[in-house]
């Protein structure tokens, strides 16, 4: 049997500098309103003012943002998850990510993650960027990471999570990807980018 927690209905205001929001053609936008905070986001109330006086409210949610990695076995091989997402009630085919700790580097987070989902320990990251996984209604940030020379070790995973690790050739990962047997996003992205500038930066070391 499961028992469902109802959360705190939580109302506060945040100032504009704290929300990094500003004025855009002529739209100005009233503080930000917090309704929830749960452990890894906030859900909170954008109210604008457009140009011609109506006023919009705008459902957001407040992330801190996430690492991706792509691990690298070798030139043909990448490590991929069956990582079982409760939400969806699906079992995905994924890159490793975690969210970021509070004040956490983005590179510790990527380390961390790597390693707890994989077992893997990376000689070398490369970092790619980040790109917004949700613009619309998100502010979740992923940062994307190649992890490359990796040493195996034991996995840490938490106790609410179900993955699986698995080498699957680099081909495949890309057929997967376009025949969707991977619908996972940023485990798309991740890969397709990695076909397309892969080459590149195993060839040139110096990357970082």
Same mark, same amino acid.
């Given at each position: 049997?499961?028992?469902?927690?109802?959360?705190?209905?939580?109302?506060?205001?945040?100032?504009?500098?704290?929300?990094?929001?500003?004025?855009?053609?002529?739209?100005?936008?009233?503080?930000?309103?917090?309704?929830?905070?749960?452990?890894?986001?906030?859900?909170?109330?954008?109210?604008?003012?457009?140009?011609?006086?109506?006023?919009?409210?705008?459902?957001?949610?407040?992330?801190?943002?996430?690492?991706?990695?792509?691990?690298?076995?070798?030139?043909?091989?990448?490590?991929?998850?069956?990582?079982?997402?409760?939400?969806?009630? +699906?079992?995905?085919?994924?890159?490793?990510?975690? /969210?970021?700790?509070?004040?956490?580097? %983005? #590179?510790?987070?990527?380390? &961390? @993650?790597?390693?707890?989902?994989?077992?893997?320990?990376?000689?070398?990251?490369?970092?790619?960027?980040?790109?917004?996984?949700?613009?619309?209604?998100?502010?979740?940030?992923?940062?994307?990471?190649?992890?490359?020379?990796?040493?195996?070790?034991?996995?840490?995973? +938490?106790?609410?999570?179900?993955?699986?690790?698995? /080498?699957?050739?680099?081909?495949?990962? %890309? #057929?997967?990807?376009?025949? &969707? @047997?991977?619908?996972?996003?940023?485990?798309?992205?991740?890969?397709?980018?990695?076909?397309?500038?892969?080459?590149?930066?195993?060839?040139?070391?110096?990357?970082?």
């Amino acid at each position: 049997m499961v028992t469902q927690r109802t959360a705190p209905l939580i109302m506060r205001v945040e100032p504009f500098a704290e929300c990094q929001r500003v004025v855009t053609r002529g739209i100005v936008p009233m503080p930000r309103q917090i309704v929830y905070e749960g452990r890894k986001i906030k859900v909170a109330i954008d109210t604008e003012t457009l140009p011609n006086g109506e006023t919009i409210r705008r459902d957001v949610i407040l992330h801190p943002g996430a690492v991706v990695i792509l691990p690298i076995l070798d030139t043909e091989h990448v490590c991929l998850l069956r990582n079982h997402r409760f939400v969806i009630g +699906e079992t995905l085919w994924e890159v490793p990510a975690g /969210t970021l700790e509070p004040g956490e580097k %983005i #590179e510790v987070c990527a380390e &961390r @993650e790597l390693n707890e989902e994989t077992g893997y320990r990376a000689g070398r990251m490369h970092y790619f960027g980040y790109f917004y996984a949700s613009p619309g209604v998100m502010s979740e940030k992923l940062h994307l990471f190649f992890a490359m020379d990796l040493t195996p070790g034991p996995m840490a995973l +938490e106790v609410c999570e179900q993955i699986e690790p698995h /080498t699957v050739p680099l081909r495949q990962a %890309i #057929e997967m990807s376009l025949n &969707r @047997e991977i619908i996972d996003a940023k485990s798309i992205t991740a890969l397709l980018l990695w076909e397309r500038l892969g080459p590149q930066i195993l060839a040139n070391p110096s990357t970082k």
